[in-house]
């Protein structure tokens, strides 16, 4: 059984509130009809009710009637979440005023609705930048208590035959979001990363904060920002396997495991891998990607408070379909671990 196929099965048996602002979007459209066809999310579409129809209509959905429309222009439902963005923004100097513009923006609205409780999560980005998807869920849904830092990871699913990982998966993070983490925020993004494998993953998280040292064959400062952001890690989950610092080969390989750093409690399976900066974590998920014919499923955004996650605007339906899924998977995880 494939990984969608499990995540599927997981969606469809505790389905979700899932909020798509982009509501007259084609593609989203596309993947919306298809989810509410499988029956594996309620979904709320943002956007004119006679303009989605229209396109849904053009595009011959036949399913789209079973989602709930909400119109950004109606003068009630701004009644309903203005006060709230004011009550979260007001120490900021926002007037009522600006809370109810800000209120109509769809991405906001979609936040607003999950922060009070009307949806679960929320998928935006096939019309939007990154940048104004994160915005809107920093403002509103805000991060987990003990995690102030949102990072991006990706799901690397390994060709049949490679010995790595648990069954071929692997997570890699951050990859997307914290250019240059901290030892805390390194920390909190392992902690994460290790809840992404269990919610979207189904896998036991075994993870390696990594480094161009192993156990102590370097010094730098940068090598003592992994030994620090480690050790807090631990203590922020004391039950949580992690290791670090380690090089990749000794996080993956159990024979070189062995003779680099035999008390790891890794042995050189890891199964999650933790990378000290954004650049030599993007950097890795594309080669790894490319080289090795990896398929790369994200970036899944974490250390949320509720699952907000981000699309590319080159994304295909498939693409908004998958990612609905993950983050019904998310939401499902939150709700299970509060």
Known sequence: MTLFEKLTIKAKANPQ???????????????????????????????????????????????IDKAKIVDPADETVIDRYAPLFFELRKKKGITMEEARLTAANPLYLGCLMVKAGDADGQVAGAMNTTGNVLRAAFQVIKTQPGIDVVSGAFLMLLPNGMPFGTDGLMVFADCAVVPDPDARQLAQIAVSAAQ???????????????????????????????????????????????????????AIVPGVAHTKCPQSPLSGRANVLVFPSLE????????????????????????????????????????????IIMTCNQAIGLKENA
């Open 17 to 63: 509130r899932i909020v798509l602002p982009e509501g007259t979007e084609p593609r989203t459209l596309t993947a919306a009809n298809r989810i509410l066809s499988d029956g594996l999310a309620e979904i709320i579409l943002i956007g004119n009710e006679a303009d989605i129809k229209a396109m849904a209509s053009e595009l011959k959905l036949t399913h």
């Open 196 to 250: 992404t494998a269990r919610d979207i993953a189904g896998i036991e998280p075994r993870v390696a904060i990594l480094s161009f040292s192993t156990k102590g064959s370097a010094k730098h400062e940068r090598v003592d920002k992994v030994i620090e952001a480690t050790k807090i890690a631990k203590e922020m989950n004391p039950s949580l396997i992690i290791d670090g610092e380690l090089q990749a080969d000794a």
């Open 280 to 323: 030599v974590g993007n950097i890795a998920y594309k080669l790894v990607q490319r080289l090795g014919n990896v398929q790369a499923v994200g970036p899944v955004l974490q250390g949320l408070a509720a699952p907000v996650n981000d699309l590319s605007r080159g994304c295909f339906p498939e693409d908004i379909y998958k990612t």
